[in-house]
Antibody
Framework: EVKLLESGGGLVQPGGSLRLSCAAS????????MSWVRQAPGKGLEWVSA????????FYADSVKGRFTISRDNSKNSLYLQMTSLRAEDTAVYYC?????????????WGQGTTVTVSS | EIVLTQSPATLSLSPGERATLSCRAS??????LAWYQQRPGQAPRLLIY???NRATGIPARFSGSGSGTDFTLTISSLEPEDFAVYYC?????????FGGGTKVEIK
């Protein structure tokens, strides 16, 4: 079964850093455009960052640009989100998501999410 | 940034009724519009991509239509498991954005 499993969430102080991981199962992650989407408590979905299938191109929401970095390790079949200078407004469940083959940036497979809480 | 406005915010219907959800874009997204369902405590689930293509495993009662700036998700006959929040999302340009959501609740 095609699956994504996020990890790395937790409680961090404002200004701190955290690295989220997303492990892919039963498919080759490097063949797909991938993304991170977050959802603040009680709120809607917010796209955060994306990386093209070959990892050549990366994209960021203005709210995280300069603070977050998306990357992938094809040898580990994993996606990452390095988050620095964290703010209270970054508190959310973070999902990694796999694009539909042939329709990049429509997200077919989602992980279960990992929770990031930024608080002192 | 393309703003997606979903209406209504809440739709109160009974099982078996037809649901019609709207998503309006602030500028044309051509045909690059998707719909997701999210049940409480669960990750979103792709229903429709590129306006009208049902994702794998999605029942035929879900259908999408529209073009340019006005889009509709129709659920022909609501099943108990369809009561959830629905989001539209475009992939026309950067940044990707989602609509604010429509909650379909049991009347």
């Amino acid at each position: 079964e095609v699956k994504l499993l996020e990890s790395g969430g937790g409680l961090v102080q404002p200004g701190g850093s955290l690295r989220l991981s997303c492990a892919a199962s039963e498919f080759t992650l490097s063949n797909y455009a991938m993304s991170w989407v977050r959802q603040a408590p009680g709120k809607g979905l917010e796209w955060v960052s994306a990386i093209s299938g070959r990892g050549v191109s990366t994209f960021y929401a203005d709210s995280v640009k300069g603070r977050f970095t998306i990357s992938r390790d094809n040898s580990k079949n994993s996606l990452y989100l390095q988050m620095t200078s964290l703010r209270a407004e970054d508190t959310a469940v973070y999902y990694c998501a796999k694009s539909v083959y042939g329709s990049p940036w429509a997200f077919h497979i989602w992980g279960q999410g990992t929770t990031v809480t930024v608080s002192s | 940034e393309i703003v997606l406005t979903q209406s209504p915010a809440t739709l109160s219907l009974s099982p078996g009724e037809r649901a019609t959800l709207s998503c309006r874009a602030s500028q044309s997204v051509t045909s690059y519009l998707a719909w997701y369902q999210q049940r409480p405590g669960q990750a979103p689930r792709l229903l429709i991509y590129d306006v009208s293509n049902r994702a794998t495993g999605i029942p035929a009662r879900f259908s999408g239509s529209g073009s340019g700036t006005d889009f509709t998700l129709t659920i022909s006959s609501l099943e108990p498991e369809d009561f959830a929040v629905y989001y539209c999302q475009h992939r026309s340009n950067w940044p990707l954005t989602f609509g604010g959501g429509t909650k379909v609740e049991i009347k």
